[in-house]
């Protein structure tokens, strides 16, 4: 079964403040902790797995020259909107909503409900590996803070799960529809071997590596193609366990730098475009 496509969206009005919603200082804390970015290569894997997201990502996204750029902005997409102002929101909506203007299927409701998944699964999961199991009223609040992810590009309210069992549900039946194809494959070659990033980039691209082919569900790694045997899994298990260290070493206010620099980008960027 691929994402489901959800009923007709509500359209909004670009740029347009967004309802605000209330979230708790633990979620906060959580959603705004840049140890999660560690597992956006495995969200972006997961995202084209999804046949139609995987050729517009292909087509229209520069993986090869840039291959930063979707993590960035789907990091401050995550930032804006969830923990943001609700004119914060709705700028990075529109942002969003035209670069997938061009994107054939981009604007359909079931690929955007399985994109916001993919964040919320990703961020989960992430967490787990570096602080052990997640305390379940957390992870429920995360869930529903995550929903605007969602209802801000076109999936309709209600359609989000409403639990976590509900969401490992629709999580485990979209697992098995997924099919990875050449377009996610050459996407893939791009992102994890980048050949004109920064320095920095390729320097930590073996550890990136390590991080996100570990954190795929298996079906979706051997789908893929990945080497993956006791030799990697003990690769994985150590490349966690400094992590760990390091992150613990790492004070939260700094942590958490890269949500209120990439929010006063976001915003610096939307002064830009008016003018």
């Known amino acids: 079964m691929r994402p489901h496509r959800a009923s007709s969206p509500s359209h909004r009005p670009s740029g347009s403040a967004l309802p605000s919603r209330p979230v708790g200082r633990d979620v906060r ?45 789907t990091l401050a997409y995550v930032y804006a909107v969830v923990f943001g102002t609700p004119t914060d929101a709705a700028v990075a909506s529109a942002f969003v909503e035209r670069a997938h203007r061009p994107v054939e299927g981009a604007d359909d409701p079931g690929r955007q409900l399985w994109v916001a998944a993919t964040l919320y699964d990703s961020a989960i999961r992430m967490h787990e590996l570096l602080r052990g199991p997640i305390d379940p009223a957390l992870a429920l609040g995360v869930l529903r803070a995550y929903e605007p992810l969602g209802t801000a ?38 992102l994890l071997h980048p050949r004109f990033a920064p320095a920095w980039i390729r320097i930590a691209m073996p550890l990136a590596r390590i991080v996100t082919v570990g954190m795929l569900p298996t079906s979706v790694r051997q789908a893929y193609g990945f080497a993956w045997g006791p030799r990697e899994e003990r690769r994985f298990a150590r490349t966690i366990s400094v992590l760990r260290v390091v992150v613990r070493a790492v004070p939260g206010p700094i942590r958490r730098l890269p949500h209120r620099v990439l929010i006063r980008g976001m915003r610096q960027a939307a002064v830009r475009h008016e003018h």
């Open 29 to 73: 804390r959580f959603g705004t902790d840049a140890s999660l970015v560690m597992a956006g290569g495995c969200a972006i894997l997961l995202q084209i797995a999804d046949p139609v997201v995987g050729a517009g990502v292909a087509r229209h996204s520069d993986f090869v020259h840039r291959p930063q750029q979707r993590l960035v902005h």
């Open 153 to 190: 590009l076109r999936v309709p309210d209600g359609v989000w799960p409403t639990t976590v069992t509900a969401f490992e549900e629709y999580w485990g039946r979209t697992l098995q529809g997924l099919l990875v194809t050449e377009d996610a494959r050459a996407v893939v070659r791009d």
